[in-house]
Structure formats: structure tokens, C-alpha cells
């Protein structure tokens, strides 16, 4: 199906946060994503599984518009993303399509990406105020009370050399809940940590999914996390969705072989 | 055979000073000139435009490759031949300008390329535009590293201002010769410019070091 029957935005009482529509995605000859279809409602918190290179990372900056797609459109609360209207078709999206679209989606990252030559504090401003324009005094205060939510208002004032990775990566969520994204990407968050702070960050999650109406999707290693937060898992194996269900119906009672073996591997290295 | 004689580095010194001055301007003002047109000969490197990518690549390179000296020569002599008549001055400062630039375009393009690629994600993640990404995240982070070569370019660049003497401009290099053909005496002027040069480019360096080590403290990029 050719881009340009895609519609134009989506229409209609229920519809997705986030669809991906016959996604694909390709490095040079190998297909990382292949004819992608995901629908991710709004409030819903969806887990992303499965073995390296299945594509799964791929999906998360896909929707962050840090990779480009070769094939299908990606909407976000309605509207397309990866693409925009023009003469009543679908043509690629510009810089500044792109820009005004990726406002509602926010992303944390497996290595943090803090800013090394700023507070804590002004991490969590910089956007606010560089992007948003809101005044230096309403940034502080919105970003001080996200710092208060991640338990770390009496380190606002240092900077990321000086704090613990479970330190920054809380630092980093609240960054991305400063622009007040509809989406919160969460890719791979607790994998450059150390054991005994994973926790401390799990729960800062476990918090935005009770607390906040936020649309998150995740990908994890962290199965027992991943089973004890979803509405909805999805496993992925070469480039597409494998199996997909409530967390009890996938890891309780898998259907598909492939999904069998990978939790079979993952649960024997636990 | 020739002795040292300090009644005559008494007299030909307030000369010599004198030209210090000049050649710190020149210093100073090519160095000036390098440092803005490098960052723009930089980042016209990262631009979309393919085509002005290629340009600006291979006419750095094609500075880099040729004498400084050629350089300063063509400006003076050969660009009068396209009507183009610049003082001594002016060519000094244009050539070794753009010479320096090219070479310090390289260091910040280093530097540019020591910034880890998740900082760039970040900003496109918090929606920063290109130029905020580039001022208030990526070359912040850029100097630290680049601030090295920067510093011996500086170095470089004062090292390179006698080249200056062979248009007239009237630094270090070229009072010490006028001395030596008026009185038939090398030994002394060409000492004393060794002397101020290593004078001035002993502490130069040093404070570089210095300001490498304050600006990773500024920026908080100390464990």
C-alpha cells in the first residue's frame, strides 16, 4: 500500500495514542522493521520484549523521529508524524512538521544523556525555557517539583559527574516529564545501572504509570518489572510483533515457539 | 669573531619592544580572525548542502597543504593583478587569518565529533532547534576538547608572524633584520627575538593549560 492512501489523520471516538501503520524500516539491505502495525491506546502502558536485533530500540526512536522510516506512517494522537498533509496527500514530513508533532512524545534514554555542563536543575529547564518559552521562574518551578516526584530536589543543584546512575536516569525522566509529553518512550532504562539502584528508578515508573495520564511504551529487559506494570506486552523477534497480550497471557501462557524459548533463555540466565 | 655586547642590547632593545607590540597585534588579530571563521568554516561542514560540504572541505584542505608563506605572498602581490591592492597589513592579516582557520577548523571539528552522539538525541528528543543545540549544548561541550589545539594554534600563530616581514610588515622578525643590515650586528637582535619570543610563549601556554583546566571546571565536567 503506497503512503499516499494512508489518511490523513485519524478520525473517529477511540482512537489510538500512537498507531504505527505498515512501518518499515531498513539499513541498507536488512530490514530491522518489516510492515510494523502497533496501535498503543491513550493511558496505556505497553512493555517491549524481546532478543537484541529484533528491532524493538528501532520502534522507540522510530516514534521519536531519530531514525527515519522507508515505509508506512506513524501517527501520534491523530496526526501523522513521519508525514503531513499536503494537496490532500501524504508526503514525508519536514523539520518543521516534525518538530510541531514531536512535542507531545518525550524519551528516556539507556545512557541518560544528560547534559554533563548543567545542574540537575537546569537539565531539567533547559527545554522548557529554550523551547517552550516559558519564563526562567515557571520553568524552576515545574522542574523543581518533577525533581521533588524523582526524590532528588537536594541535588538539583549538581551537576551529572557527581551523581549516581540511578541519580542521573531519575534526573533524565524528570526532563523528559518537563515538556509534558502525551508519550513517554522508555528505552532500555535500567540496563547501564547497577543492580542495587535499578530499583529506585522502577519505582520513579511505577509512580508516572499510577499517577500520571501518560501514554508509555517501553522496552525492557527487566521481565519481572515488565510483568508487573503492562497492560499489554509485545514481543518481537526479526522485525515484527511475534506475540502480543496481557502480561499474564504472555508470560504465563505462551503460544508462539519463538516467544517460548526467549523467555525459557531469559528466565535460565535469572 | 664576535663578542656579545650589551651596550648594543641596551640600544637596539626600545626597538625590539617596540615591534613586540606589532607583532602581538598581528598576533592577536589573526588569532581573532582564525577563531570566528574557523567555527564558520566548521560548521559549514555539518550543513545538509552536500555540494557546500565538498567546498568547504577541499578548500580547508587546499590551505592546509600550501606554505603559509605562498599564501601571504599571492594576497600581497598576485590579487593587486585582479585590482584587488591591500596593504601589508591587510594581506598579513587575511592569509594568516584564513590559514589559521582552516587549521582550527579541524580542531573544531574534533571537538564537534567528541560530543557523544546521545547528546544530539537528546536535544531532538527535548525538541531543541539546531542553532540552541549547537550554542548551548554541543559546543559547550566541544571546547573542552578542542581547547588544546586551540591553544597551540595560538602558539602557532605568534610563532608564524615573522613570515609577516617578507611583505614589510614591521613586527619582531623584521626590526631585527633592519637592525642587522644597518649595523652589521645578527648576534644580538636575533637573540633578544628568540628571548621575547620564548618569553611570550612560555606563560602562553601555560595559561592555556590553565584555562583547558578552568573551563571543565566552569562547565562542572570535573569527577
New interface residues.
Partial sequence: MSVESYPLELTGSDIPMVRFAGVTKRYGPLTVLDSLDLDIAANEMVSIIGPSGSGKTTVLRML???ETINDGVIYVDGQPLTHMPRNGKLVPADESHM?KQ??N???V?Q?????????ALENCM??PV??LGLPKAEARERSVELLKLVGLEDKMNQ?P??LSGGQQQRVAIA??LA?RPKVMLLDEVTSALDPEVIGEVLNVIRYLNKEYKLTMLMVTHQMGFAKEISDRVCFFFAGNIAEQGSPDQLFGDPQNERTKQFLRAVLDAN | MFHWRWDFVWQILPDLLRATENTLIASVLGYAIALVLGLVLALAQRTPWQALTWAVREAVEFIRSTPLVLQIFFVFYVFPQFGVRLSPWTSGMIAIGLHYASYLSEVYRAGLDGV?R??W??C??????TG?TYF??II??ALPIALPGMGNYLVGIFKDTPMLSVIGVAELMHTANAIGSEYYRYLEPYTLVGLIFLAISLPTAAGMRWLEAAVRRA?????
Avoid: C
Avoid at chain 1, 545512557?111 to 545542574?119: A, C, I, R, V, W
Fill in positions: 521519536m523521529t531519530l518538530r514531536r512535542m512524545v518525550g524519551m534514554f545512557h541518560f544523556n544528560l547534559f554533563p555542563h548543567m545542574t533547559e527545554a529554550q523551547v551537576h559527574a557527581r526532563r523528559a515538556m | 557523544p546521545g547528546q538525541e537528546a531532538r528528543a527535548l525538541n531543541l532547534s540552541r548551548r549544548i559547550p561541550q562547565l562542572g565536567m570535573t569527577k
